[in-house]
């Protein structure tokens, strides 16, 4: 099976701009979380998608981000305007069921000047 | 607030050798524990999940161990190769599904 994808692999923007990541999981997944990890940090949850619904977005760090999970297939990361804090690589991944591993994608690298 | 500790940031052994990654967390009761391989420029790859009510669970050459106790959980590579050299990192599940990651151990299996 395809595993998790995500476009683009790398971006580089000017602070002030809008950058929109995609996620495609693997199909049939149900769940798909988004993550990141900032410089020097651990990864980090940002939230989480039933389907369609949001079911958990605790994660996320302020409203210039948005997440959407339109038709429960694949999903977009906005973020707008960026900040040079949002600077990390951005990771999705996708699950079947709780007790089952998270499936990553390879992440793509966001760099805010 | 929730903290995890993962050992030393790198550890090296010697091919063959069994290497041992640690897994310290306070202020959490996780229902689960996963581990996770990461290659540079990749994204993790899941390796074992154990719950918080199993001891023990083994993969081929994997082992993972789980103490609620000691809030510790051990990871070991037995017969280890260069090939399983990369960071590991334990992540740790309750009832939300949300994953709380450590720093990562980066394991270096020397020929």
């Known amino acids: 099976e395809a595993g998790v994808t995500q476009f683009p692999s790398h971006s580089v923007i000017e602070k002030g701009q809008t950058v929109t990541l995609r996620c495609d999981p693997i199909s049939g997944h149900d769940n798909l979380y988004w993550y990141r990890r900032v410089m020097g940090k651990e990864i980090k949850f940002l939230l989480h998608f039933v389907k369609e619904s949001k079911q958990d977005e605790s994660g996320m760090p302020n409203n210039r981000f948005l997440a959407e999970r339109t038709g429960g297939t694949y999903s977009t990361l906005k973020v707008q305007p960026a900040e040079l804090e949002d600077s990390g690589v951005y990771f999705c991944?996708?699950?079947?069921?709780?007790?089952?591993?998270?499936?990553f994608g390879s992440g793509t690298r966001l760099t805010v000047v | 607030s929730q903290k995890i500790e993962q050992n030393s940031e790198a550890l090296n052994i010697q091919e063959g050798k069994t290497a041992t990654l640690t897994c310290n967390y306070t202020?959490?009761?996780?229902?689960?524990l996963q581990w996770y391989r990461q290659d540079p420029g990749r994204g993790p790859v899941f390796l074992l999940l154990i719950r918080e009510n199993e001891k023990e669970k083994r993969k081929e050459r994997l082992k993972v161990t789980f103490d609620t106790t000691l809030k510790q959980s051990l990871f070991h590579i037995t017969a280890s190769q260069p090939a399983d050299s990369a960071t590991y990192l334990c992540a740790l599940g309750g009832s939300a599904r949300q994953l709380t990651f450590g720093s990562g151990t980066q394991l270096t299996v020397l020929p």
């Open positions: 991944a996708s699950s079947h069921g709780r007790w089952i591993g998270y499936t």
């Open positions: 202020n959490y009761s996780p229902a689960y």
